[in-house]
């Protein structure tokens, strides 16, 4: 049996640059942080001459070709691994479509569990790059590159989208005091409902490629927003860092028309007005979780469990994708 765990991350900024449809002309930059929840990979060898994958449904199937979950599918063929005789199962510390990446974190524990069971050693710039094509190229998802990138190297981490396709990835240069207080004072809130990426994002792209004016220049500020975050988490200002995240959530919400509902306008505004400095929706928008810097805890959990919304508490990965067993 082979487990392999891939952790999911929160955008700290720059989020929307690493869609191919910008970065191929301009080049993106975002920086993004792993967190301490999970999605697991099991691997097992069977006496059945069948295939079983268990994830929120069940299959049981002879050849590649039957498997209804695209990823899983086009996994085994990248990997070029037989099904048969295999289970494949999956498990999420959080539901699927909050907004966490976990379409990303999903494909390179997969990955990262076959290649184990092939007995192949892969660096985490390959499991990444290969997730990314799986997505991307063989599945034609209109997402980016940061979620696949972010679950195989975790940490909290810098990464440049280079037109032609290379990612350059160098680890945030934070220091002890810096980090603890960026692990101390944010806060993570459950919206109740999630929402596929693939649809929200299906905008910009459509848009970025059209050269839509409007949005090529919003994702230049975004960008700018994205080092700018990077700059003051390194210089240990983080209510800088506050501060840019909420004009981020700003341009954010004028971005699409389904970023944002009024019911989410409401839960910002009243954390705003009890202690969040700044807070933005991780992910693509629509549902999913809220995310705030403040530093006053006590006043924020108080008044966001009073409107409804779970607190969801969070370390930072520093592993990426690891093979968590084998036997």
């Known amino acids: 049996m082979i487990i392999t765990r891939s952790p999911l991350r929160i955008s700290l900024g720059g989020g929307g640059t690493d869609l191919p449809s910008y970065y191929e002309e301009h080049g993106g930059f975002l920086v993004a942080a792993a967190i301490n929840r999970y999605v697991y990979i099991t691997l097992h060898r069977t006496f059945v001459d069948e295939c079983i994958i268990k994830y929120s449904q069940m299959e049981r199937v002879h050849t590649i070709d039957e498997i209804a979950h695209p990823i899983i599918r086009e996994a085994l063929r990248l990997t070029g691994t037989p099904c048969t005789s295999l289970e494949i199962a999956s498990m999420s510390d959080i539901p699927a479509g909050s907004g966490l990446g976990s379409s990303g974190s999903f494909t390179t524990a997969l990955l990262g569990a076959l290649h184990a069971m092939n007995h192949e050693i892969v660096t985490k710039a390959r499991l990444a790059e290969e997730a990314c094509h799986l997505e991307i190229d063989v599945l034609g998802e209109p997402i980016g590159k940061q979620d696949q990138y972010i679950a195989a190297y975790g940490g909290i981490t810098a990464m440049t989208f280079q037109p032609g396709g290379a990612v350059d990835v160098v680890p945030a240069r934070l220091n002890a005091e810096t980090r603890a207080n960026l692990q101390d004072n944010i806060m993570l809130f459950f919206t109740g409902y999630t929402r596929s990426a693939s649809e929200i994002l299906k905008d910009q792209d459509d848009r970025t490629k ?15 927003l994205g080092k700018e975050s990077l700059a003051a988490l390194e210089s240990g200002d983080l209510r800088r860092f506050a501060e840019i995240m909420h004009e981020h959530w700003e341009r954010k919400r004028r971005r699409s028309t389904g970023m944002t509902n009024e019911r989410i306008d409401h839960w910002y505004q009243v954390a705003r007005a009890n202690g969040a400095l700044g807070g933005k929706l991780i992910g693509a928008g629509g549902g999913g979780f809220l995310l705030f810097y403040t530093e006053d805890k006590t006043r924020l959990r108080h008044a966001m469990r009073d409107s409804g919304l779970p607190e969801v508490r ?10 968590v067993s084998t036997s």
């Open 314 to 323: 969070v370390d930072f990965d520093n592993q990426g994708t690891t093979v």
């Open 210 to 224: 059209k050269s839509d004016r409007g949005m090529i220049e919003e994702l230049h500020r975004v960008k700018e």
